[in-house]
Structures are given as C-alpha cells and as structure tokens.
C-alpha cells in the first residue's frame, strides 16, 4: 500500500468512525504552518495543531453536507 503525504485524523458520528486526511500540501499553503522548509513529520504535525480549529471547522461544514467514511 502506498503512504499518504497527509496528517489523518478521525471524527465519530455515533458509533461511526470518519477518516480525514489533510494533505501536506494544504498544510504547506498556510503561511503559519510549513512556511517554506522541508516538511517533515514534525513540522507536518505541528502545521496541524496550529491549525487545528480551522481543520475541525472545515471538516464538521464538508461532514454535514455529503457523508461518507473518508475525505481529504
């Protein structure tokens, strides 16, 4: 299987788990997150948590209108 160059996280809706994968390349265009290094896994993870609210925000609005078991 190949690897994603993405962070994943997972929402739940009652007894369903609900996979997000947030690509590094959208981490990469936040000029909070990435700011033009080398992604590593670290800064990846830390991109992420930054924006961890934003992500959560955007995901519950895409959830809520077309639901399925994965998106990225």
């Known amino acids: ?8 996280f997972s929402g739940h809706d009652g007894m369903f788990e609900v996979k997000f994968f947030v690509e590094v390349a959208a981490l990469a265009k936040s000029p909070t997150a990435l700011a033009g290094t080398a992604a590593s896994e670290t800064k990846c993870l830390s991109a992420f ?3 961890r609210t ?5 995901a519950s609005k895409v959830y809520s209108r077309d639901r399925r078991s994965s998106y990225t």
């Open 1 to 8: 299987m190949k690897p994603r160059n993405a962070v994943r």
């Open 49 to 51: 948590d930054t924006l």
């Open 54 to 58: 934003s992500i959560h925000k955007v």
